[in-house]
């Protein structure tokens, strides 16, 4: 797995390349998040999705119930492999912070070991529900190791039909209305006029020619889950331009996505609380801190002169007149 398919700023589209060339994409959580983030941002080929083979999907199947508590990739690995899932990230330096702790490439590897014993051993181990977390042990049946191997697959149109319905890819799963309304949102504007976000880009960034509609959309995943929700929301409608703080946390998000060097030096100059590192030389990230503020301030400036703009436009915008009622 190479670096631009983590942190390129063409991640997602060069990510589906890469797995498109694949006779079969096995994931934990592939269906269930990672190809719903990347559908936010670029096109999925139905294609890809016939050869996708989800374990969480087929564990969850295959245990029950309707929450998937208990079968990410840590417990699994630990439960099933007797193997504690590696985190990185404790040094205030190390780039894995941005990411949870978790190297990319290590689960990968932890990855492959739970499928090969998934499909060797056709078991796994996990707590069984949140409120009972004593490990139980399940035998995979003959039609979830069809699934596993790839032999039977959940198919473009059904994952697209579940993606859109109750934030949920499981199909006895609860799953989370906002997650629901987020991967609407993204499919109702993913290919809707994103003027505001190229504005916003050519403010930002002073230049004329803004990055890649691609970078535009990869910003908003850099926001939380409600902010990202309600800023494509806002792009329907007009209700972009009548959200100054919005399109300011999206002009700060877009930034960091165009300069992920300063978002690093940004992260690593958080404050830890440690009695030792209290008392070494914090200058270096004080001036990434004091970096931060005055970037946020142009944000703040950019999104304001967008938001102007774009107001004075639809104001300026003629009314069409509306014909005569026929009273004949």
Not at 56 to 83: F, I, K, Q, Y
Not at 167 to 188: C, F, K, S, V, Y
Not at 283 to 297: F, K, V
Request: glycine share 6%; hydrophobic share 40%.
């Amino acid at each position: 797995m190479g670096d631009e398919l983590i942190d390129g700023p063409l991640s997602a589209p060069h990510t589906v390349a890469a797995l498109e060339r694949a006779d079969l994409v096995v994931g934990h959580g592939l269906l269930q998040s990672d190809l719903r983030a990347l559908a936010m941002i670029t096109p999925v080929p139905d294609a890809l999705l016939e050869c996708c083979v989800d374990i969480l999907v087929v564990l969850h199947e295959a245990r029950g119930g309707p929450w998937a508590t208990g079968l990410d990739l840590g417990d699994l690995s630990w439960h099933t492999l007797r193997t504690r899932r590696a985190k990185h990230g404790n040094g205030r330096f190390d780039r894995t912070r941005a990411r949870g702790g978790f190297d990319p490439r290590d689960d990968a590897r932890l990855h492959a070991r739970l499928w090969q014993h998934l499909r060797t051993r056709a078991t796994f181990t996990a707590p069984a529900r949140a409120a009972d977390p004593a490990p139980v042990t399940r035998t995979l049946d003959a039609a979830a190791m069809d699934q596993l191997c790839g032999r039977e697959v959940l198919g473009a149109a059904e994952w697209h039909r579940r993606r859109l319905s109750r934030g949920t890819i499981h199909a006895r799963g609860q799953g989370d209305l906002t997650a629901a309304e987020l991967a609407a949102a993204a499919d109702a504007n993913f290919r809707d006029d994103i003027t505001p976000l190229r504005a916003c880009a050519t403010e930002l960034l002073g230049s004329a020619r803004p990055p890649h509609d691609t970078v535009l959309l990869a910003a908003f995943q850099l926001l939380g889950p409600g902010a990202n929700l309600k800023a494509r929301q806002a792009l329907t409608a007009g209700r972009f331009a009548r959200s100054t703080e919005r399109l300011t946390a999206y002009t700060e998000a877009l930034w960091k996505t165009v300069h992920p060097d300063a978002r690093h030096r940004w992260r690593t100059a958080e404050p830890l609380y440690d009695p030792v590192l209290r008392e070494m030389d914090f200058s270096a990230p004080r001036a990434a801190q004091a970096e931060q503020r005055q970037m946020y301030r142009e944000a703040a400036a950019a999104a304001g002169r967008v938001h102007h703009a774009w107001r004075h436009a639809n104001a300026a915008r003629p009314v069409p007149n509306k014909a005569p009622a026929d009273r004949s």
